[in-house]
């Protein structure tokens, strides 16, 4: 995992890493040993997740790591595989990519339900899958802050419970974990990242994509944060005081 180019340590990439390193400190996501899948969409987030953990840590032990990526099958031409393939190969990372039709069949009329929940569903699996085969014992998503905030308020609006996606997460009794290394970092920060890198550009042509229930929560809170620029800190913060006392009884979920 070791790449070609010699890379400068600017302001935002100091920053960045800084934030990421206390994440996994913090959250205990990396120990000596470890082999980590890391989820490379192809978005900004998990260039930048790539690109971060790839550089030398300071606090984090040394770990194996492989970037694996499931095509979802909406662009027939596979320009935006290919356009990974090259990036992957020119890095010298080590990979697997898989062309699939998950995403196909999600929009389906064999899947009545919300496209997002069997087109996750099957991507994990999958993943699970191809870290099982590859040895790997963590497998890292690019998920950021923005995502922990806008999942909370998914989990609310939609699935009538208070919970997001956790920065350090057993499965399978703990034989698996799944570790969010960007649990700190904002999602215009990664942005910029990109730009800064200039990681390419590999189009997301889900039809849903842009009007997920994502999209919608993301929408709602950047119209909320024209009134109050602190909303997403104050949610996120919010997540770590919470008051059990001043909430309703705990009730089996129907
Ligand atoms: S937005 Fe599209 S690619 Fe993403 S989970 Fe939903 S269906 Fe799948």
Known sequence: MKNVKKEKNTKLFL??????????????????GDRLLVGVSGG????????????PMIFTPKFYLIAVNIDMGFDITYSGYNTLEKYLQENNY??????????????????????CFLCSRLRRRRIFEIAASEGCNK??????????IETLLINMF?????????????????????????????????????????F?????NCPTSKKSRRMYVKNLLNELARENKNIRD???????????DYLLPLQKKK
């Open 15 to 32: 920053h960045l890493k800084k934030w990421m390193e206390k994440a996994i400190l913090d959250f205990q996501m990396i120990e000596e």
């Open 44 to 55: 900004a987030d998990s260039f930048a997740l790539l690109n971060l953990l790839d550089s």
């Open 94 to 115: 080590r990979y697997v990519m898989e062309k699939t039709d998950i995403g196909l069949l999600a929009h389906s009329d064999y899947n009545r339900k919300n496209p």
């Open 139 to 148: 497998i890292a998503f690019a998920h950021h802050r923005d995502d922990i």
């Open 158 to 198: 939609y699935g009538r419970e208070i919970s997001t996606m956790m920065p350090n997460q057993k499965i399978f009794g703990g034989k698996l974990h799944i570790i969010r290394p960007l649990a700190y970092l904002r999602e215009e920060l990664i942005k910029k990242y990109q730009r800064e890198r200039f």
């Open 200 to 204: 390419p550009t590999v189009e997301n």
């Open 234 to 244: 104050n949610i996120f913060k919010a997540m770590s005081h919470v008051k059990p």
